[in-house]
């Protein structure tokens, strides 16, 4: 038997995908373990990715009328108690703050002193606190709506961690909105779950199912959540961004009122909208091969890479010049409204070494031009998303870059979008449901996303734990054709997405 | 008597200083405190001010070939003891979590639980979290220079606390650099003050000394701190960034070690510099008046603000086209290679009400438009660092807007240059020191810059805690005449500037 081809990443996706996933990280450089528990290191690579996320989602909340602003880390514990399932769905992994300094040890070392009157949680999601703010702001309806987002770092004490997907800190940003009527807010909660699928589909190039939260699923203490749903190359779902319509249950809890224009004295109504530094591990596990890192070129740090290849000293300064003219050409061209991000890689290390150091950290577009190609006009080219390499001339690369960054970006939403078409399936009944996942292992491809007809979900509950799967989302568009549940037979207006999920 | 002319804001800075300061702050709606101890909410246009400091110096940062990164919150305390000093300085506030999650307290509520096997410290600073890293990242002379910054919250359980100037939680970035030679890092902490002047200077339009911190004053655990001081409109200093050298200091307590060209093992140089949301309370402590805060046009959220009048709807509809089409024309240019920023404030309000919700913004021009000078081809200008508003051709005020933008950005400097040198006194007895300094009273308007030479601080700590004065630090430039100590009376080589102190 033929030996396979070695990858860049040991073990491949098919191996061990878990795996395959941390070596990936590791390879591109994104991000790595902290001497702190659940807590990750997130290094220049991976940053400026978040970074680029974080500009393009700023412009859409601008773009939508919404302004930034910041509230406070801590939240006093007494806040979290007072929307009941709020606190029942965070008080289990939240970071306590109980003292505000260290005093030596007697036994030498420190140890905390100086214990607070009231505990302070570090904030999980900020609901409260805003609310409580919210609450000496808004008096009448002239002052809705209020439009904010905050960007900030969060803490839930997870149990089991893994890089970006679930860490004890995470970066995110929260988006928290007051509203005098009701169809007002909910439409706002849609405006925002769209927002973030076009960004998921236009900027990721992952493609998203937008649907409801079934109400075990749903944010502690919101009326209806709205999610995001993608499908990462194990066929299981990651849920990539959440919107939630709060209803008056945080007003009520927090007091937040207004006087209508016909003077009386009203709750106002709510939402909150979120997307988290997970959105990096989505982008990962979307477009990632055997030899590393495949990003997206709208969100790629650098978008074309120069290797400039040259035997001597002599050759040197002839082609840093010649590179540096076409990196100056490119980065006077553009590519959906921003100027191209091109680096040169001038680091003495070996052609080879230096080729896959690119191609690890998922670098679209990888330039190497030597003292021939200069002589012949020519560069060499190697896209990130094909294996084949390929000479071409100077002036029509340049002229087409845009072009071709574009044909990436589009053909590795296809790529996605066919993976998630080729492992979707309607599913009738519960045989079917249970071949489906049941070929499942943690460390093999498997199952996808079922379509569904169902009643109720609580009666599933049994087999879906048993099947380690979940009910993602009840699809908003093309869902209104009436059916009965897969495994209980009763008559059922809604299919929902089922799947195994990170 | 004739009675004083009402200001926007009371009391004004001549009656009650610090008292005026908290009322800019709330006219002008930049922030508020919460409901957690010493920590503050920044609200929207007070977050936009910090988001354009945040961009440029990001922009500068990256100029000087540094990259951004990010790291955990939360530092275990073992950390915080490697380094003797720092947690001595450090120790007495900081915010520590000590548990992991709550449960229901018998006697109702909730009660902290889960205790931590060792508790970790809120980040006050990132020395020892970011150190421990470095020291995995770096093993040979190749691995540096690492030149890192993180934009992040931090926490210090400070007792009085004033919003901006000094609060429990804030916003900042600290830059954390790693290199193979003092030299070198010497180098980098004198660079990065300078970049802090550059930007104190040329965008916010305030005058800085950079200079050495005395020992006393240093960062706890540097070898020396560099510091940029400003002086506010009540005299007083106000350090607005620091950059530290940290020796071999921080590498000895993590174990920061690299291979040398030699073979070497030796401990690596590290330095530290940091600004923070300090500068927002500088920057209006700077510029600020009666009326309100004064906004430097650089940083301003928007630059110009353009306020249609009209008398009804038939006329409101042409009005608002109009202005539309100045607002685009004016959006077409650049002001220091930025584009301009306009807003329109079209809100239902009168038109006094709506001026001075401008003016206490900061906003630096007003343009008033509306049908007749729609006939007449004309402006109407408000500049808020001058109190008279003069008519204006519509095409001559578009022209050369951004060079009244200029004008206005040196004038701003200019008028706190001129203040500063006013205030600024070369004393050489103990005598005048204290007359100096002694007229000081909390709420009003007093001393200044103290120029002294100065032997050893150590024997001025009595006279200095006397007068609440401190050095502030001991400029680099034009220092180098010798003197004799103005208290001591010891031959001296340096001056130290003396000043109260934010």
Known sequence: M????????????????????????????????????????????????????????????????????????????????????????????????????????????????????????????????????????????????????????????????RMFLRTAEFLWQEGHTVHATSEEAIAETQQMINVYADFAQNWMAMPVIIGSKTPAERFPGAVETLSIEAMMQDRKALQAGTSHFLGQNFSKAQEIMFQAENGERQYAWTTSWGVSTRLVGALIMSHSDDDGLVLPPRLAPDQIVILPIYRDDSQRLEVLQHVESIKAELEAMSFLGQPLRIAIDDRDVRGGEKKWHHVKRGVPIRLEVGPKDIEKGSVFVGRRDQPKSFGMSRSEFIATAPALLDEMQKGLFNRALQLRNENTQEITTESDFRDFFAASDEKELHGGFAHCHFADEQSLEPLLKDLKVTIRCVPSEDNDEAGTCFSTGKAAQKRAIFAKAY
């Open 2 to 161: 033929a030996k396979a081809p070695k990858t860049a990443i040991q073990p491949t996706r098919s191996e061990d995908y878990p795996e395959w996933y941390q070596q990936v990280i590791r390879a591109a450089d994104l991000a790595e373990s902290s001497p702190v528990r659940g807590c990750m290191v997130i290094k220049p690579w991976g940053y400026r990715l978040w970074e680029n996320m974080q500009r393009a989602l700023d412009d859409m909340f601008k773009a939508t009328g919404h302004q930034n602003a910041y509230f406070p880390l801590f939240i006093p514990m007494s806040f979290l108690e007072k929307e009941a399932e709020h606190v029942e769905g965070f008080a289990k992994e939240c970071a306590v703050v109980t003292h505000h300094r260290l005093e030596p040890n007697p036994d030498g070392g420190l140890r905390p002193a100086g214990a607070l009157e009231e505990p302070l949680i570090v904030r999980p999601t900020s609901e409260t606190i805003i609310g409580a703010t919210y609450a000496k702001w808004v008096q009448s309806h002239r002052d809705l709506p209020i439009l904010i987002n905050q960007w900030a770092n969060v803490v839930r004490w997870e149990m089991r961690t």
